[in-house]
């Protein structure tokens, strides 16, 4: 798939809640079940607050032009070495000047950012779902459990295919002595709301697949699903320091 198309499909799912983004969701969904790309789905997807400023900072610091490349995409959500070529001290002035963190945060929580990024910490979208408190969309509310959950990128595998419904096996978000970890699989039950043919054509039973807020994203490989979980899990340990 085309970088700005994958990346369409990722932030479908937040958009169609009104949690991020412009208010074009029927525009988006136009766009990725038609297949279709242009400068006007491109200037769609730049106006999300959080994710378009994260994808030009992988981008700028791996020396590569478009912010909508399929590696860079691919680094923000799922995770690649592109991460891994990031700059501390550079990772830091982009969560102060280009996101303003300690401004929405306050600053003695940024300041347990500010240690985390020291530790390790990535530009990883499961880093500010995790560490980053506050949602930073339309919507400043403090996360829960279930919306963590949700708004983390999650993998599971098709077991099952009944029309619009899909259910897979996914490992779920959990909380117990004051620290979150992700539990064994259980079985979940999901609509497509896409209709793209992709999402009717592809999608089979064993297929790996990546979710977000309640939307299959896309088919992923094993390789993939193992750096999903590799970030993810430390993101949740970096979030575990500061519960």
């Given at each position: 798939?085309?970088?700005?198309?994958?990346?369409?499909?990722?932030?479908f799912g937040p958009?169609?809640l009104?949690?991020?983004?412009?208010?074009?969701n029927?525009e988006?969904?136009?766009?990725?079940?038609?297949g279709?790309?242009?400068?006007g789905?491109?200037?769609?997807i730049s106006?999300?607050?959080t994710?378009?400023?994260?994808?030009s900072?992988i981008?700028r610091?791996?020396?590569?032009r478009?912010p909508?490349d399929?590696?860079?995409?691919e680094a923000?959500?799922?995770g690649?070495?592109l991460?891994e070529?990031?700059?501390?001290?550079?990772?830091?002035?982009h969560l102060?000047?280009?996101?303003?963190?300690?401004?929405?945060?306050?600053?003695k929580?940024?300041?347990?950012?500010?240690d985390?990024?020291?530790?390790g910490?990535?530009?990883h979208?499961?880093?500010?779902v995790?560490?980053v408190?506050?949602?930073?969309?339309?919507?400043?509310?403090?996360?829960t459990?279930?919306?963590?959950?949700e708004c983390?990128?999650?993998w599971g595998?098709?077991?099952?295919?009944?029309?619009?419904?899909?259910?897979?096996?996914?490992?779920p978000l959990l909380?117990?002595?004051?620290?979150?970890?992700?539990?064994?699989?259980i079985?979940r039950?999901?609509?497509?709301?896409l209709e793209a043919e992709y999402?009717i054509?592809?999608?089979?039973?064993?297929?790996?697949?990546?979710i977000?807020?309640?939307?299959?994203?896309?088919?992923i490989?094993?390789?993939?699903?193992?750096?999903?979980?590799?970030?993810?899990?430390?993101?949740?340990?970096l979030?575990n320091?500061?519960?």
């Amino acid at each position: 798939m085309e970088g700005i198309l994958r990346c369409s499909r990722y932030a479908f799912g937040p958009n169609r809640l009104h949690y991020c983004g412009p208010d074009k969701n029927s525009e988006i969904k136009a766009y990725i079940n038609e297949g279709a790309k242009d400068a006007g789905l491109e200037h769609l997807i730049s106006k999300f607050q959080t994710l378009y400023p994260y994808l030009s900072y992988i981008a700028r610091t791996n020396n590569i032009r478009d912010p909508f490349d399929g590696r860079v995409v691919e680094a923000y959500w799922l995770g690649n070495g592109l991460l891994e070529k990031i700059d501390q001290k550079s990772f830091y002035r982009h969560l102060l000047e280009d996101h303003k963190i300690k401004h929405k945060m306050g600053g003695k929580s940024f300041s347990f950012v500010e240690d985390k990024i020291v530790k390790g910490a990535v530009p990883h979208h499961s880093f500010h779902v995790f560490n980053v408190w506050k949602r930073t969309g339309h919507d400043d509310r403090e996360h829960t459990l279930e919306s963590m959950d949700e708004c983390r990128v999650s993998w599971g595998e098709v077991i099952e295919i009944d029309g619009p419904f899909i259910t897979v096996l996914t490992e779920p978000l959990l909380y117990a002595n004051k620290k979150l970890f992700i539990g064994t699989p259980i079985k979940r039950k999901l609509v497509r709301q896409l209709e793209a043919e992709y999402d009717i054509e592809q999608i089979k039973i064993r297929n790996l697949v990546s979710i977000h807020w309640g939307v299959i994203c896309e088919v992923i490989t094993d390789e993939q699903v193992l750096n999903l979980k590799k970030y993810t899990l430390r993101n949740l340990t970096l979030a575990n320091q500061t519960l």
